[in-house]
């Protein structure tokens, strides 16, 4: 069973808007990453939250994590259409990942 | 420096038939994971190598999916009589020790006719 579960589906926003991407998941964690993955293959790994952190940055990318609600975000500010892609939360507990099903963002141009 | 190689990129295979599957990890990693995504889906955990042994092979499905590990290097995964809902894309990633990162390989397409 998926421990995350990413919130919309699917996101379409116009080059230059801020895109939110929510993740929920069930079990506690020692830390939360997010991935991106263009056109159905390899990802690439983004940003990584440790549970005692609240909130992180990186570039356009901002990371919150709220372990009372059990629940992360990931806002991608001031996006570009190279941004289009798929993007993933997983969660872990020890060494294992365990993705979401994703949030599939268009970026208009 | 060279990231996770995997080949083939596609695979077609008739129904029945075997597959394998091969994944270079990055050198030096000494953690190893398949996961399969079928279409428009996440990731589905498979296998996890530390060094050559399996730890926790959970995730395979059926007695059809196998994995192996040269030391800390190459992986293969083979399915045995390959059924159509095996199609998927056939995801590797490796991390090194104590890091929590992994880093993905572009993946194997498999098509089962």
């Known amino acids: 069973s998926q421990q995350g579960e990413e919130d919309p589906q699917a996101l379409s926003i116009q080059e230059g808007e801020n895109a939110t991407m929510n993740c929920s998941y069930k079990?506690?964690?020692?830390?939360l990453q997010w991935y991106r993955q263009n056109s159905g293959r390899g990802l690439v790994h983004l940003i990584l939250i440790r549970s005692n952190e609240r909130e992180k940055h990186s570039g356009r990318l901002r990371v919150t994590l709220d372990t009372s609600k059990k629940s992360s975000s990931l806002l991608i500010t001031a996006s570009r259409a190279a941004d289009t892609a798929s993007y993933f939360c997983?969660?872990?507990?020890?060494?294992?990942?365990?993705f979401g099903s994703g949030t599939r963002l268009l970026v208009r141009p | 420096g060279a990231g996770v190689s995997q080949s083939p990129s596609n695979k077609v295979t008739e129904k029945g038939k075997d597959v394998e599957l091969r994944c270079d990890p990055i050198?030096?990693?000494?953690?190893l994971y398949w996961y399969r995504q079928r279409l428009g889906q996440g990731l589905e955990f498979l296998i996890y190598f530390q060094g050559n042994s399996a730890p926790d092979k959970s995730g395979l499905p059926s007695d059809r999916f196998s994995a192996e590990r040269t030391g800390e290097s190459v992986s293969t995964l083979t399915i045995q009589r390959t059924q159509q809902e095996d199609s998927a894309v056939y995801l590797c990633a490796s991390s090194p020790p104590s890091i929590y990162e992994q880093y993905f390989g572009p993946g194997t397409r498999l098509t089962v006719t």
């Open positions: 079990t506690s964690i020692n830390n």
């Open positions: 050198s030096g990693h000494t953690a």
């Open positions: 997983a969660t872990d507990s020890s060494y294992k990942l365990i």
